[in-house]
């Protein structure tokens, strides 16, 4: 798949595809996932998903780019003037310890798809990228709280790879694990470092 490929608009047969391979990935598992599970998931044959994909991972790679993008959407939602306040409603959003069923699917993919990153390279791009573009709006916030004297005059780059290891890690312990309270601890541990360490004159 092309640069080019990848952003185009999804026609509606494409993003039944996408819904179903969705579906069949949350049943089965990335390993076990395979076309025919995909097509029982559409109601179609094979040959109609062979249409638009070449492979499966042809179809994987865009179902992860389809949901990167919707990650990325979600991320530019919701900001507040004040600069720790949009911290704080950027790590709840990504660290609710119950969240609604669409966002916890969203992320099991996610976390699914982060595992084959290892050996696959298109896999890892997408990673990066996401990584990337979480890491840009966090020190954005982090910088422009610096500059309206809101925050301390930390290192903007450090923090946001603190924060970001921090989010990753919560995120994954909530997808893989029924440690609820791991969560809950990881989400008011990056609040009240915002509060104690970050916020100027902060007691």
Known sequence: MTSDQSEHTLSDTEENIMEATHTALLKHGYADLSIARIGDELDRSKSSIYHYYESKDDLLITLLEFTVNKFESALDAERSQNPAETLKQLIAK??????PEDDYQFQTVLVGFR????TNSRIRAQFTRVDERLADTIREILERGIAENVFEDVNASEVTEYILATIN???YTRVTTDRVDAVTATHSMLVSYIDSELIQDAV
């Open 94 to 99: 990504l660290l609710v310890p119950d969240p």
């Open 115 to 118: 595992s084959q990153a290892v």
């Open 169 to 171: 890690g919560g995120i």
